[in-house]
C-alpha cells in the first residue's frame, strides 16, 4: 500500500555504488516516499544539516568514511540521534553485525537487498520512531522539562522547554555523570548552578530504555518576588507582599517586615486582587506557590 500525500515520509540513501543508488530511488519512490542520495558518508552529513529525513539506509563499506563512522557521527548530533538508521551490508559474520548495532544502528539487511523485505523493515521503523516523536511531542506540549542521554553523556533528545534552559548553561554532562561510580536513585539532584537571576537544577528521573537516561531540568528563581510580578503582571512592591502571603504570614507580619504600615498592605492586597482575578487570600497564596514550584 503506498504512502498518502499527507503521510509522506522522507528517505536518505547513502551508497557510493549509483547502480543501488538508482535502484532504491526508483522502488522508494514508487512507494511513495521522498528520496535524498547522497554517494558517500561526506556528503550524507552535508544533506543532514539541510533536510532531516526520517530515516536513512547507509552502506556499511564506502570509501573515505564508512557507514559505521556515519552512524556515529549522527548519534553525536542530539537533533539527528533519534533518527532510525539501516545498514545495507554485504558483511553478515556477528561481528560486523554487532559493531553496526553499538554504532547506533536500528536494524541492517543485506546485499544483494531483497526489495519487500527492505520496505517492510523501513515501514516498521518509521512508524516505531513516528510514535516516539508522538509522545515527545506530548511531552513539549505539556511543558515537560526533560532531556535523555545516554550513560556516556550524550544528549539524545530534549523538550524545548529543556533546550530553553540548557541553551542558557553550558552543561557538561559527561563530567557530571563522571562523578557517578552507579546510577544516582531517581529524584537525586546531581548538579546545580547559577545561571543569570535563577538556580538551575538537573534531576536524575530514571532509565528510559537501553542506554537512554531521563532527566528533569528546572530553574528556581533565586528572586522568586520577581517571577511573580512578571507572570502575574503586578507591581515590584505586590509580588513581594505576594510572596509573604504565600509564606503564611499576616498582613501585621508582612507590614513589620516590608516596614509600611498594615493599611498599606492591606491596599497592596486589594490591587492584588484586582490585577490577577483572585478572590481570597487563601486562592492567591495557592496561586504564587503553584507558579514558584513550575517555574
Known amino acids: 500500500m503506498k504512502i498518502s500525500s499527507t503521510q509522506r515520509r522522507t528517505i536518505l540513501i547513502v551508497d ?19 528520496v535524498l542520495l547522497a ?7 552535508e ?17 573515505g568514511m564508512t557507514g559505521w563512522e556515519v552512524c556515529e ?13 539501516i545498514f545495507m551490508t554485504g558483511l553478515t559474520e556477528t561481528e560486523h553485525v ?21 520496505l517492510a523493515r523501513i515501514s516498521v521503523h518509521i512508524e516505531a520512531a513516528a ?33 530553553e534552559l540548557l ?25 546545580q548552578k547559577q545561571v543569570e537571576e535563577n538556580e538551575v537544577l538537573i534531576t536524575f528521573v530514571g532509565v528510559s530504555s537501553a542506554d537512554e537516561l531521563l532527566f528533569r531540568v528546572s530553574a528556581r528563581a533565586l528572586l522568586p518576588e520577581k517571577t511573580l510580578q512578571e507572570a502575574l503582571n503586578i507591581s515590584a512592591r505586590e509580588a513581594e507582599v505576594l510572596l509573604w502571603i504565600s ?32 478572590s481570597t487570600r487563601s486562592a492567591a497564596a495557592a496561586t504564587a506557590s503553584r507558579i514558584l514550584q513550575e517555574r
Open 131 to 163: 510514535r516516539i516523536r508522538t509522545a515527545q511531542t506530548a511531552l513539549d506540549s505539556a511543558g515537560r522539562f526533560l532531556f535523555a542521554a545516554t550513560s556516556g553523556g550524550a544528549l539524545l533528545w530534549r523538550t524545548p522547554q529543556a533546550a
Open 247 to 278: 509564606r503564611g504570614k499576616t498582613s501585621r507580619d508582612i507590614a513589620d517586615i516590608l516596614l509600611v504600615s498594615p493599611r498599606t498592605i492591606d491596599k497592596h492586597i486589594e490591587q492584588i486582587y484586582n490585577k490577577t482575578g483572585l
Open 167 to 191: 541553551d542558557k548553561d553550558e552543561l557538561d554532562l559527561p563530567a557530571i555523570l563522571s562523578r557517578f561510580s552507579t546510577l544516582p536513585p531517581p529524584g537525586q539532584v546531581i548538579d
Open 73 to 85: 557521527t549522527l548519534h553525536q548530533d542530539y537533533r539527528l540521534s533519534s533518527i532510525p538508521l
Open 39 to 45: 554517494q558517500s558518508g561526506a556528503s550524507a552529513l
Open 16 to 34: 557510493d555504488d549509483p547502480s543501488v543508488l538508482g535502484m532504491m530511488d526508483e522502488t522508494l519512490s514508487d512507494n511513495g516516499y521522498s
Open 47 to 63: 544533506v543532514v544539516t539541510r533536510t532531516v529525513p526520517d530515516l536513512i539506509l547507509v552502506d556499511a563499506l564506502m570509501p
Open 98 to 118: 554487532l559493531r553496526a548495532f553499538e554504532a547506533g544502528a536500528v536494524d541492517y539487511v543485506t546485499k544483494p537487498l531483497r526489495l519487500e523485505e527492505t
